[in-house]
């Protein structure tokens, strides 16, 4: 599950266009974290930028600690990036030009997950989509690194 998920369904917006979105993610959210059958798998590397997202979009100190215990539980697999994750993210990243992230956040996970669930559409990029089904559970909207969530139409 993508960075950006957990940050549209944990921090409410200030603006009433992105209010769908959050209702939107935080409803997946809830329900994906509550259904005893599924487990969510996640490389460190996620764990941390999902908690330095949350700090930098003004979470309180407290939830962001709960969330980080609550990686430790069952409900979650932890994968640990290693350098050769590392080293084939950065030449994919450099070849399709998708920001190291990404696949920083993928890869250590191939062989392991069953469907990566992401708005972000960088993933529809066959250097995902080859690992596994990738589901946007929030369309129409989508995001992009660097540009404002966007709802598409059709």
């Not at 329900?31 to 997202?53: F, G, K």
């Not at 640990?80 to 990243?93: P, Q, R, Y």
Request: proline share 4%.
């Amino acid at each position: 599950m993508d960075t950006n998920i957990w940050q549209f369904g944990f921090i409410k917006p200030r603006e009433k266009q992105f209010l769908e979105l959050y209702e939107s993610a935080h409803s997946f959210l809830i329900s994906i974290l509550s259904d005893e059958s599924t487990r969510i798998a996640a490389s460190s590397y996620q764990i941390a930028e999902i908690l330095e997202v949350l700090r930098k979009s003004g979470m309180e100190k407290e939830p962001r600690a709960g969330i980080l215990h609550d990686f430790e539980k069952a409900k979650f697999y932890v994968k640990d990036l290693s350098l050769a994750d590392a080293v084939l993210a950065l030449t994919d990243s450099a070849r399709s030009n998708i920001h190291v992230y990404d696949y920083l956040v993928a890869y250590p996970l191939k062989d392991i997950v069953g469907r990566i669930y992401s708005a972000d559409t960088h993933f529809t990029h066959e250097d995902f989509t080859s690992i596994c089904e990738v589901i946007n559970p929030l369309a129409p909207w989508f995001s992009t690194e660097g540009k404002r969530p966007e709802k598409r139409r059709g």
